[in-house]
């Protein structure tokens, strides 16, 4: 089993649709947990933390459950430019810090 | 520019030649990583540094791999005997040393590796 495991895309969804994105992780050790943004031929860049007791940041909600093991991304009235690959990300601890990447999952927002 | 900075940004080699990529990190961040992206994947761990000191290495670095970070600032990473199999992004990140937990880290715009 992958440590990181994402719904394996893609989505097609017409401008101003809600948008959700399921991920797992297997080690529950795991401390830390984000939701990376990237771009076609670009570097990951961070969208937004996931913190226990869920979080918003404008469109964007991330929850996560740690008894499930289970983390989400929820984009509200998409736009154009939100299209992108959206990477479920962990850090399992330590004092190394090394995140662990799910494969990602594409989004194209359509006009 | 105070970001992660990645040189060169694209690099075509033949096989079997070696090839070294450079990356310099935010000037505060003691921490810096290596990655390595492959298409329709997500980044994969290879090694990371605190300050000079090697502290990780991935399985995927075989021995054809060398990662250094003289002076805890610049690192190289070196890739000796290409392979096709190296064909891939390889990039760089940095943090700070606290507060990975919240902010994660910033990455570099990467080196893509062609070997042919």
């Known amino acids: 089993r992958k440590e990181v495991e994402q719904d394996p895309g893609p989505f097609n969804v017409p401008e101003g649709a809600t948008v959700a994105f399921n991920c797992t992780y297997s080690?529950?050790?795991?401390?830390?947990f984000f939701w990376y943004r990237q771009d076609c031929r670009k570097e990951p860049k961070l969208l937004m933390s996931?913190?226990?007791s869920g979080n918003e940041d404008g469109r964007f909600t991330a929850q996560l459950n740690r008894a499930s093991q289970y983390i989400s991304l929820l984009i509200r009235d998409s736009k154009l430019s939100d299209s992108a690959t959206y990477l479920c990300?962990?850090?399992?601890?330590?004092?190394?810090?090394?995140?662990?990447f799910g494969k990602g999952t594409l989004l194209t927002v359509n006009p | 520019d105070t970001g992660v900075s990645q040189n060169p940004r694209h690099k075509i080699t033949k096989r079997g030649q070696n090839v070294t990529f450079r990356c310099d990190p935010i000037?505060?961040?003691?921490?810096l990583y290596w990655y390595r992206q492959t298409l329709g994947q997500g980044p994969e761990f290879l090694t990371y540094?605190?300050?000079?000191?090697?502290?990780?290495k991935s399985r995927l670095l075989s021995d054809r791999f060398s990662a250094e970070r003289p002076k805890g600032s610049f690192s190289t990473l070196e890739i000796q005997r290409t392979e096709q199999g190296d064909s891939a992004m390889y990039l760089c990140?940095?943090?700070?040393?606290?507060?990975?937990?919240?902010?994660?880290?910033?990455f570099g715009s990467g080196t893509r590796l062609t070997v042919v």
């Open positions: 990140a940095s943090s700070v040393g606290t507060g990975e937990a919240n902010y994660g880290y910033t």
């Open positions: 080690n529950s050790a795991s401390q830390s």
């Open positions: 996931v913190y226990s």
């Open positions: 990300v962990v850090n399992r601890g330590g004092s190394n810090y090394k995140l662990t």
């Open positions: 000037s505060e961040h003691n921490r």
């Open positions: 540094f605190q300050n000079e000191a090697q502290l990780e």
